[in-house]
C-alpha cells in the first residue's frame, strides 16, 4: 500500500469478531482525520456484515459478522477502503459552545486543581475556558466526548479513588483531556464545573450534543445564569 | 392488547431483545440479552422472531399476573418457576390462562432466566431496539428495571401455536461451561508469556460487583511486562481487561464503548452466552484457542441454533 496516501495502518484481531485498524500509536490531529474520514466512508458506502465502529483518538475497532468474513478477508476489503482516504475532504468542523458554571458545588475539585498547579481557582478556570478543544471521538457511554488540548499546565492526574457519582454536566479534567459526564456515572476525573446542556438527549435529533471532529470552547456562567439555562 | 402486570419485579428484571448495533459512534453499546442464545430460544418457542422484546430475571425471578393470557416460555436458568400452583418446566411453551400468576425464585443453576412472550414485549424503540440500557437509562421500560406495579403491554401474536420445546441436543449444546474459550486479546503481548499461561491455568471467582457492564475476576493478578500508558481504544463484546491492580474484567453487553487498559483475551462468540449466566461466586476457567477454531465454532453453533429441528413440536 502506498503510504504517502494512507499512511502508516496496522490491523490487529481484537476478537473473533471484531479487527482493530491503527492509525499510528500516537494521538495527533493526522490520525485523527484518517479516523473521521474511515466513518465517512463507512456512512457513505457500507459494508455489509459490518456491524458496529468504535472509533477512538487514532484507532478504529471493526465489529463484524464473523460467519461472513474472517480477519483476512476484512482486512482486505478494508485495504481498498483505506486507499480512498487520501482523496476524501472532510466538511469544515462545526465551533461548539458549552456554558459552564464553574466551581463551588458545581465543580468540588477545582480549588485542590488550582492548588497541585499552584494558581487561583480562577487562573484555572481562565485557563480552561481559553482553550479550543476538538472532539477526538465519543465513547465510554452515550454522549461522552473525549476532547483533547488541555494547555500542558492544567494536565492533572485523575482521582486515586473514582466517585461512585458524577451529576450530569460535570465538566472533568485528566491528564491532557478534559469532557463532560452525559449521565451519572462513577468517574475518575477531576470535576471543576458543570454545564446546563444535555449532553445525550434520546428525544433530539442530533442526540449527542457533540460530534467527532467538533471544536469545543467552555464558556464560564455564573450560577444564576446556570440555573435559567436549565429550567429553559 | 394484553399485558402483563408486574406484582413483584425479582431483583433486577429488564426489559432485553437482541440489543442496538451500530452507534458506537455516538458511545452507545448494544446491551441485549446477556444469555442472546436463551432468548433467541425462548422467542422462537412461542412463535416470536429471534429478536423479540422478553423479560431477563437476574438471579432471583419476579411474579407476574396475565389478566388476559398468553402464550410464555421460560429458559435460560431454571428459576423454579411455578404458574399458580403447578411446576413450569423450563425449554418448553406455556399456555397461561386469563388471571393466572407466574412466580420465579431463586435460581437453581445460573444467573438468568428469560421470559419470552408470544407477541414480544411491546415498549418504544430507542435507536431501533427495545433493550434497557442501565447505566444511561435509555431504552426498554422507561429506561431502568421494573418495579411492582408496572404494566407492560404485549405486542399482537405472530402466529398460533403448538407445544414446543427445545430439542434435548440443542439444550445439552448449549448447558453452562465452566471453562470459557478465548482467543488473545489486541495486547495479549504487553503481558509475559508466563502471565497469559498463568491466567489460562488458574481459576477465577466471578466478584459480587459484577453486572451487567462487566464481570469481575478475582484470583491471581495478572503483571504487566510493558509498562506503558495505552491510549483509550475501542473494545469489544466480551475483552478481558486488566486494570493496573491485575484483577481482570470481562466487558459484556452494557460495556463502556472505548476503554484505556490493555485487554489479555476476549471470550469467543460461541461462548459469550455463558457469561450472561455467571453468578457471583461462581469459579471460572478460561482456555486459549485460535481465531480460526473460535470462528468455525460460531459457525457450528449457528447452523444448529438455524435447523428447524432445534425446536420440537
Partial sequence: MPTSITGEVRFQPASDQSLLVYFGEQITLSAHERVRKLLRLFESDPIAGVRNIHPAYSSVLIDFDARKYSHDQLEEVLRAYLGRLGSLRLSEPRQMEIPTCYGGEYGPDLDDVARLHKMTPNQAVELHSSATYVVYFLGFVPGFAYLGGLPESLATPRLDSPRRNTPPGSVGITDNQTGVYPFDTPGGWRLIGRTPIAMFRPDRDNMSYLAIGDRVRFTPISAARFAALKSA | ?313
Fill in chain 2, 1 to 313: 392488547m394484553s399485558f402483563i402486570r408486574v406484582e413483584s419485579p425479582g431483583l433486577l428484571t429488564t426489559v432485553q431483545d437482541l440489543g442496538r448495533d451500530g452507534f458506537g459512534t455516538i458511545g452507545v453499546s448494544p446491551s441485549g440479552a446477556a444469555d442472546a442464545i436463551s432468548l433467541r430460544l425462548g422467542n422462537r418457542l412461542v412463535g416470536n422472531v429471534e429478536s423479540a422484546a422478553a423479560l431477563e430475571m437476574t438471579l432471583l425471578g419476579g411474579t407476574f399476573i396475565f389478566p388476559e393470557g398468553a402464550i410464555v416460555a421460560l429458559t435460560g436458568s431454571d428459576f423454579g418457576a411455578v404458574l399458580d400452583d403447578a411446576a413450569v418446566a423450563p425449554g418448553t411453551s406455556i399456555r397461561v390462562r386469563p388471571g393466572q400468576t407466574i412466580r420465579l425464585g431463586p435460581t437453581r443453576s445460573g444467573a438468568r432466566c428469560y421470559l419470552c412472550v408470544q407477541g414480544g414485549i411491546a415498549v418504544p424503540r430507542f435507536l431501533g431496539s427495545a433493550s434497557t440500557h442501565l447505566l444511561s437509562g435509555l431504552g426498554g421500560f422507561q429506561g431502568r428495571a421494573l418495579r411492582k406495579g408496572d404494566v407492560l403491554q404485549i405486542g399482537p401474536p405472530i402466529q398460533p401455536l403448538h407445544r414446543t420445546s427445545i430439542a434435548p441436543k440443542v439444550a445439552e449444546q448449549f448447558l453452562r461451561r465452566d471453562v470459557l474459550r478465548v482467543t488473545r486479546g489486541p495486547q495479549a503481548d504487553w503481558f509475559d508469556e508466563s502471565s497469559l499461561r498463568e491466567f489460562c491455568s488458574s481459576t477465577y471467582r466471578v466478584g459480587e460487583q459484577s453486572n451487567r457492564m462487566g464481570i469481575r475476576l478475582e484470583g491471581p493478578s495478572i503483571s504487566q511486562s510493558k509498562v506503558t500508558s495505552m491510549i483509550t481504544e475501542g473494545v469489544s463484546l466480551g475483552a478481558i481487561q486488566v486494570p493496573s491492580g491485575g484483577s481482570p474484567i470481562i466487558l459484556f453487553v452494557e460495556q463502556q464503548t472505548t476503554g484505556g487498559y490493555p485487554k489479555i483475551a476476549n471470550v469467543i462468540s460461541a461462548d459469550l452466552h455463558c457469561v450472561g449466566q455467571l453468578r457471583p461466586r461462581d469459579e471460572v476457567r478460561f482456555e486459549l484457542v485460535t481465531f480460526e477454531a473460535a470462528r468455525s465454532w460460531l459457525i457450528e453453533q449457528e447452523r444448529m441454533l438455524a435447523s428447524p429441528e432445534s425446536i420440537l413440536e
